[in-house]
């Protein structure tokens, strides 16, 4: 109940005032997202700030968040990077995710610029090549934590084969994790590969040890677990799943048809502007 919030809210301020690192965060966190006090994103940095000085995972990811999104303080895309993958390299998962995405980017911590010591050499495709490798080994590593950010985007990455070894099955096993966190970007992809159905080509080798293919069906066809699918994601004010969403419902695929109710979601997708759903 309130009472009790209250109460905790001044224990994490009493304690942050005698620079107990957990007890900064967790009332930086109240200020951060006004929960007990009024939202002030300047004093929230400063207590993520004297946690993180502590070495507290959760603090520094926040630290590097409000950097990257410019929230209560200066948007800064290489202090992002240095406290992101300090947070990271401390099994923090959103940070593996965030400084995946830096490093997609061709973004790195300055500790891992002064560690390759033939980075002044390197020209800008070599750089990208190699910042994305690492990208995809915090993908792996958030994707351990259980973090469905990371297992979405790693599990996306592996169906599809871009710029990293194709491993569908693994792919869809680590979106289907994601979905289960009710993660809308997972949702909505693995929503349409429902819709269509999957059917991918292994390989097996006969007695001679001569390699055929043959078809195997990954994901069976299901319009109405696609349609529920893309409901869910659309419950949660997500552009793609309300378009999808909508979609549905205007084509009758694994929903009754509803033209006015599926106008309606593809109105909301066009608000939260997405671009197909604007296009529409």
Same mark, same amino acid.
């Given at each position: 109940?309130?009472?009790?919030?209250?109460?905790?809210?001044?224990?994490?301020?009493?304690?942050?005032?005698? @620079?107990?690192?957990?007890?900064? @965060?967790? *009332?930086?966190?109240? =200020?951060?997202?006004?929960?007990?006090?009024?939202?002030?994103?300047?004093?929230?940095?400063? #207590?993520?700030?004297?946690?993180?000085?502590?070495?507290?995972?959760?603090?520094? /990811?926040?630290?590097?968040?409000?950097?990257? !999104?410019?929230?209560?303080?200066?948007?800064?895309?290489?202090?992002?990077?240095?406290? =992101?993958?300090?947070?990271?390299?401390?099994? #923090?998962?959103?940070?593996?995710?965030?400084?995946? /995405?830096? &490093?997609?980017?061709?973004?790195?911590?300055?500790? %891992?610029?002064?560690? @390759?010591?033939?980075?002044?050499?390197? !020209?800008?495709?070599?750089?990208?090549?190699?910042?994305?490798?690492?990208? *995809?080994?915090? &993908?792996?590593?958030?994707? $351990?934590?259980?973090?469905?950010?990371?297992?979405?985007? #790693?599990?996306?990455?592996?169906?599809?084969?871009?710029?990293?070894?194709?491993?569908?099955?693994?792919?869809?096993?680590?979106?289907?994790?994601?979905?289960?966190?009710? /993660?809308?970007?997972?949702?909505?992809? /693995?929503?349409?590969?429902?819709?269509?159905?999957? !059917?991918? +080509?292994?390989?097996?080798? %006969?007695?001679?040890?001569?390699? !055929?293919?043959?078809?195997?069906?990954?994901?069976?066809?299901?319009?109405?677990?696609?349609?529920?699918? +893309?409901?869910?994601?659309?419950?949660?004010?997500?552009? $793609?799943?309300?378009?999808?969403?909508?979609?549905?419902?205007?084509?009758?695929?694994?929903?009754?048809?509803?033209?006015?109710?599926?106008?309606?979601?593809?109105?909301?997708?066009?608000?939260?502007?997405?671009?197909?759903?604007?296009?529409?």
């Amino acid at each position: 109940n309130k009472k009790d919030f209250d109460k905790a809210v001044a224990h994490f301020k009493s304690g942050a005032e005698k @620079n107990h690192a957990n007890c900064m @965060n967790a *009332f930086a966190r109240c =200020l951060y997202y006004g929960h007990g006090v009024k939202q002030d994103f300047s004093q929230a940095s400063q #207590y993520f700030q004297n946690a993180a000085d502590k070495g507290h995972k959760e603090a520094q /990811y926040f630290c590097g968040f409000m950097h990257l !999104t410019g929230s209560g303080r200066s948007k800064d895309i290489q202090k992002a990077a240095n406290y =992101l993958k300090s947070s990271a390299d401390q099994d #923090y998962g959103a940070a593996c995710f965030f400084y995946a /995405y830096l &490093l997609m980017g061709g973004t790195e911590a300055e500790e %891992s610029q002064n560690s @390759n010591s033939n980075s002044s050499q390197e !020209t800008n495709e070599d750089r990208f090549a190699r910042t994305g490798q690492k990208a *995809f080994e915090y &993908l792996s590593k958030g994707s $351990e934590l259980g973090n469905p950010a990371c297992q979405c985007a #790693y599990g996306i990455a592996l169906f599809q084969g871009e710029n990293i070894k194709p491993d569908k099955r693994k792919g869809v096993e680590l979106i289907k994790k994601s979905c289960n966190r009710s /993660y809308p970007r997972a949702l909505n992809f /693995y929503g349409n590969l429902l819709a269509k159905g999957v !059917t991918v +080509f292994e390989q097996s080798a %006969s007695d001679n040890d001569f390699q !055929t293919s043959y078809p195997v069906t990954l994901i069976e066809k299901d319009e109405k677990a696609a349609a529920d699918m +893309f409901a869910e994601a659309a419950s949660q004010f997500d552009a $793609e799943g309300c378009y999808n969403y909508g979609v549905a419902l205007l084509n009758g695929k694994g929903v009754k048809k509803d033209t006015r109710k599926a106008l309606v979601f593809i109105q909301k997708s066009a608000n939260l502007g997405f671009a197909e759903a604007i296009c529409d």
